[in-house]
C-alpha cells in the first residue's frame, strides 16, 4: 500500500491530453515539492517533473505538473505512442522522515 | 556524462545477506547524497534510505532499519547496500539513485539489480 495514491492506469489516443493524478496527506504532499518520474518498459525510472511543475533539461513542454494541497497533477499533451510507460509520483514525507511514491499509473497509447 | 553501474542479479536463500554494489562515474562522487530504492514486481518504487556525499550519514526507512547497511569507497567512487534475513518478499529490483541535496529529486539512477529471494 503506497503512500500516495495514483490511478492505476489512464489512457489516450495520439494527439490527446491526459492527466494523472497524485494524493497524498498534510505531512507530504501538503509541505513539500512533487516529482514525477517516466519509467519506459524495462528501464530504471527517469526524472521527468521536479519541484512540482519543472522540467529538467530535455524533458518536451508536452509534459507539465502542478500542485494544490495535498494533491499533484502530471499533464501530458500530445500524446505520443512513445509516452506509453508507468508514471510515479514523489515527494518527501516529515512524518515518515522519507521519501514516499505513489504506486504508479500505466498511461496506454491506444 | 553519469553513470551510475550496478552489480549484477543475485539469488539468495532465505536469511541470508545480499551486498549490492553501484560504482559511479562521470561526476564529483562526493558532491551526491545516494539512495536506494527498491521495486517489487508490479509494484512502485519503495526508498530505503541515504547515504551522504562522505559516507559518515546514514538515514535508512524505518521498515529496513536493523537490517539494511549502506557504505560508500570514495576511493573507487562505489556505494553499497547490504540487506539481512532476506526473506521472500524481499525479492526485487534494487535502484540505486543520486540526488544533489537531501531533500532533492534523484537525478540519476542506476540500471537496477535484481535480487531474487528463493529456497
Known amino acids: 500500500q503506497s503512500v500516495l495514491t495514483q490511478p492505476p492506469s489512464a489512457s489516450g489516443t495520439p494527439g490527446q491530453r491526459v492527466t494523472i493524478s497524485c494524493s497524498g496527506s498534510s505531512s507530504n504532499i501538503g509541505s513539500n515539492t512533487v516529482n514525477w518520474y517516466q519509467q519506459l518498459p524495462g528501464t530504471a525510472p527517469q526524472l521527468l517533473i521536479y519541484s512540482n511543475n519543472q522540467r529538467p533539461s530535455g524533458v518536451p513542454d508536452r509534459f507539465s505538473g502542478s500542485k494544490s494541497g495535498t494533491s499533484a497533477s502530471l499533464a501530458i499533451s500530445g500524446l505520443q505512442s512513445e509516452d506509453e510507460a508507468d508514471y510515479y509520483c514523489?515527494?518527501?514525507?516529515?512524518?515518515?522522515?522519507?521519501?514516499?511514491f505513489g504506486g504508479g499509473t500505466k498511461l496506454t497509447v491506444l | 556524462q553519469v553513470q551510475l553501474v550496478q552489480s549484477g542479479a543475485q539469488v539468495m536463500r532465505p536469511g541470508a545477506s545480499v551486498k549490492v554494489s553501484c560504482k559511479a562515474s562521470g561526476y564529483t562522487f562526493t558532491s551526491y547524497f545516494m539512495h536506494w530504492v527498491r521495486q517489487a514486481p508490479g509494484q512502485g518504487p519503495e526508498w530505503m534510505g541515504i547515504i551522504n556525499p562522505t559516507g559518515d550519514n546514514t538515514n535508512y526507512a524505518q521498515k529496513f532499519q536493523g537490517r539494511v547497511t549502506m557504505t560508500r569507497d570514495t576511493s573507487t567512487s562505489t556505494v553499497y547496500m547490504e540487506l539481512s534475513s532476506l526473506r521472500s518478499e524481499d525479492t526485487a529490483l534494487y535502484y540505486c539513485?543520486?540526488?544533489?541535496?537531501?531533500?532533492?529529486?534523484?537525478?540519476?539512477w542506476g540500471q537496477g539489480t535484481l535480487v531474487t529471494v528463493s529456497s
Open positions: 514523489a515527494t518527501w514525507d516529515d512524518s515518515l522522515n522519507g521519501w514516499v
Open positions: 539513485a543520486g540526488s544533489s541535496g537531501y531533500y532533492n529529486y534523484f537525478d540519476y
